[in-house]
């Protein structure tokens, strides 16, 4: 049983329970900013290569050009960086709870989040909450892609217990996830999950390397994925239909034949969990492999803090945890984009960067880069985010302290601004889910 299978739940309990949440993270202004000129001055501002003092002047919800009409703000000595972004989770994945989630991700100073695998049947009703000028903007995939069999029929499965009427996992087929028998099935799924929104396609590869032994074996009903020799077609028309492809991958084999096959983006390192016999040999990545993913342009989402959640000896954790840091260490090496997403659904992406930050893989200025980076690298590559200069969107964030020394400083936030206009943020509670015991929680 996965993480989320205890974790997840409590959303369910939360949205059946029908909570009244309060106090929503409001806008002073509509979308695309107020019309007037605004100087900000005082500050220090995030670029690449570190803080740099100046002023920046915005209208209309981007950065613009200095102009002598304007508006003065002064931010008295803060530093200043663009707004960071959750590249994994899937606790945006209805509305009962969308607006909740939503503020406490803005009080984090995260207002991108994308969502690689979420139920047709109650995603709208939560995007129809988002994407506003006072709420995150998220993009969400719709159902994944997967075998007969395969995660997550199960989890889904579990997770109906908590809704009222607990159903088998393969009732949520069409809408949850979309199995992929033979290659008939590749277009018809793409199509329906095209016009059920989707943003961009999740798919599935779960020991690929062990697919014909796992496929009809009951001890393995939910920990498989799509058939290797379909998975290349798979990718190919879904780039033939615009559409980029993510992966949910679990050893270094899956993570080869992702990026052979010409995915787009890998949703965590390998091996966050080992399979019982296995050994680091299973998930350790070669500077082949981190070169041919440097190559191909993918990105790799690092979900490092979802083994936190799980139940395992320390002994274990620390096997674990010594693959994934040697793995981000040849990915780093070899120049492939990292995003930051931590897959934990109580969480959110701080989570992940303070685990990286305890793993000491990156320095903080590496860090704050990352998950600054994180909007344009994995969410919202076609905007004009993660930067402080002319023409890009006015969403940032106004810190106390220099996050790049100290990555705890990204905490201390003075004043977030968002479509050129200023957030009035909630307090930041213990979990996203209220009610909840924190802790982490893998959902998929």
């Known amino acids: 049983m996965r993480g989320a299978m205890k974790t997840a739940m409590w959303a369910a309990l939360a949205a059946a329970a029908g909570l009244a949440l309060t106090g929503p993270a409001t806008a002073q202004g509509k979308g695309g900013g107020p019309a007037e000129t605004i100087r900000f001055t005082g500050a220090q501002w995030w670029t690449p290569q570190g803080f740099v003092s100046g002023d920046r002047y915005v209208r209309g919800g981007v950065f613009v050009a200095p102009t002598r009409a304007a508006r003065v703000v002064d931010l008295n000595g803060a530093f200043v960086t663009p707004a960071f972004g959750e590249a994994h989770n899937h606790n945006l994945d209805g509305p009962d709870l969308a607006r909740h989630v939503s503020d406490q991700y803005l009080a984090n100073g995260i207002f991108y989040v994308k969502n690689p695998n979420s139920r047709a049947a109650t995603t709208p009703a939560a995007r129809a909450l988002l994407n506003r000028p006072d709420t995150v903007d998220a993009r969400f995939s719709m159902g994944g892609l997967t075998a007969e069999g395969g995660h997550p029929i199960r989890l889904y499965g579990f997770l109906s217990r908590f809704s009222g009427k607990e159903q088998p996992g393969e009732a949520f087929e069409g809408d949850a996830f979309h199995v992929i028998r033979t290659a008939a099935d590749i277009e018809p799924a793409l199509g329906k999950l095209q016009a ?173 880069r990352l998950w600054v980076e994180t909007p344009k690298v994995s969410i919202f590559p076609g905007r004009k985010v993660s930067c402080l200069d002319r023409g890009c969107e006015a969403d940032f964030l106004v810190l106390s302290a220099d996050p790049s020394q100290d990555i705890a400083a990204t905490k201390a936030i003075r004043a977030a601004w968002k479509d050129g206009a200023p957030l009035t943020l909630v307090p930041l509670q213990p979990t996203v889910i209220p009610g909840a015991p924190g802790g982490g929680g893998h959902a998929h």
Request: aromatic content about 6%.
């Open 196 to 368: 059920q929104g989707a943003e961009f396609i999740k798919t599935y590869l779960l020991h690929s390397e062990a697919y014909e032994a796992r496929k009809a074996d009951k001890a393995h009903y939910g920990m498989r994925g799509l058939d290797p020799k379909l998975y290349p077609a798979i990718v190919a028309a879904a780039h033939r239909r615009g559409m980029k492809v993510s992966v949910h991958i679990e050893t270094a084999a899956d993570f080869r034949l992702a990026v052979a096959s010409g995915v787009d983006e890998i949703n965590h390192l390998p091996g966050y969990m080992w399979a019982t016999g296995d050994t680091a040999a299973t998930y350790a990545l070669t500077p082949a492999d981190a070169h041919a993913a440097a190559r191909a342009g993918t990105v790799v989402v690092t979900t490092t803090v979802i083994t936190n959640g799980i139940n395992l000896p320390r002994a274990r954790k620390a096997q674990i945890k010594a693959v994934q840091t040697a793995n981000l260490r040849l990915l780093q090496a070899a120049g492939v984009k990292l995003a930051i997403g931590s897959d934990n659904y109580m969480q959110t992406s701080r989570s992940e960067i303070e685990n990286l930050s305890s793993m000491k893989v990156f320095d903080d200025a590496t860090l704050l």
